[in-house]
């Protein structure tokens, strides 16, 4: 069967297979080979299967393939042989001074079914004197790219021919079908005021034809054609950058996620945990005022204590370094604690005591429908019946800084203290007001908050904070895929650990933790901290 006149541009021009060289005027047959390097690297087999569909389906598959070696042996011999046409360099829209969007990206967003492509440059082997391998192409002097770098810019001014460039092995349409939704393409393109039309429209249209079937190809054309109206194709590639500096910065987050064997030794729960038996009259220490309790005895008590801890100050009075409390400025011999409460507290420490009040739960394995590559956390606790329980759990996404969820938590225990000075949290009938849209939040259940961060965190999810064990702990749940800034930071170090509020000063000069802890802002400065360190190293 000959090909129709159409189809002739799917066939490799004869006098370049025989000769190296067309002299034919307005030849009608192909000269340009695709390289689909990408497409090689990313799926060899898929590559094979296309050849192998190409020599069946080409009227010259012998000729085809020896072409192809030919080329590809002079990319190997002589690469400066090679003149690279990006049509990138030169689709840039009129009046705006930022490059174009790769075909690429255009065609994604169409919705293109297919993710594999070949490259929107088209490469094309020059012929500059003397550099040219002895097997090269010594005529091709035949470019079925739109234009070169130096073409010519701004609308109808541009005059590269209109016709669909052939997708092999063959197209989701006819040539002829194809092109009259090229004209359809470039008349849009010109209504819109983009520059180069005509060659804009030949690579639109071959990356929507390239990543489309059959029944795709007219609702892609379609979008795109919407996009142009729009104005929205081909708008600046920053976001582009955006997204590669952001797989860059994943990778290095990656690399710094400590080994769960570590996190083991350094007081992690990592394995499974057999509860043990919450006993309701066990004796335990006060850990403000130190003074031994039974957690039975709900009568009010005075238990007095320091709520920070002393530090070594300088003083010039009787200029000596001395130790004093960080909320009183008491020296540290002061027997008498500052603050006065009415009940004293205590905190669960072992793995088997937390999952007596509740069971440890495994991150889940799969992704949630809101599943986060990374996430920083930040936990409020305050004092229960049952030791230490979460009352605030704050997660927010690595990638764009928002906070994904907020909520306060009933604990399961008689709230003894909200530890309002430290969580911030001051009621927990009141809930918490959205940022957003100013309403009103009320406290969740526990179960249910967990549920929420199961929707955002699976055990994929790289989890980033400042002693985050204890935030695992509250929320009771086994996690091996964490950035600690207190271990690690600024070298690591598991015994000597620096404050979230010192490594943010030093780090990021950032003050917080000023007055009240804000989880939000927490868990933000914890990320921020982790993102300077890879940044730079
Ligand atoms: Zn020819
Ligand atoms: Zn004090
Ligand atoms: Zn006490």
Redesign the pocket.
Known sequence: MFPSRGGLREVP????ISENK???LN???L?EIRRDRKRKLEHPQETERIKASQSSNASHPKSLGSRETKLSKVEKIAPSAQTTYNTKSSLARTGSTSSARTGSASSARTGSASSARPESGVSVAANTSGSSGPSGPSGSS?KSVPTGPTGPSGPGMDATKLAPTPVLPYGPATLQQRMSYLKVIQKALVAANYGLPNATAIQAEYDVASNSTKVTYPVNIRKLVAEIKTGKYLLDDSDEKEAAKKRLIRERLEKVVLDPKMLKKWSYIVDPVVPGTFDPHRIENCVRCGQEFSVADTKEVECRYHALKPVFKYDYVESKKIKTYGCCSEPAEQSQGCTLAHHHVFKLNGAADLASVIPFSPTPASNGPKWLFAAGLDCEMGFTSFGVELIRVTVVDWDTRDTVLDTLVHPYGKVIDLNSRFSGVHSLSDGIKDPKDGTIRPAVTFNEAREMLFQYVSANTILIGHGLENDLNALRIIHHRVVDTALMYPKFNPVFRLSLKTLAFRYLSRVIQDGEHDSSEDAIAAMDVVLKNIDTN
Do not use: E
């Open positions: 021009c004869p006098g370049l067309c002299t034919v030849c009608l047959f000269h035949h």
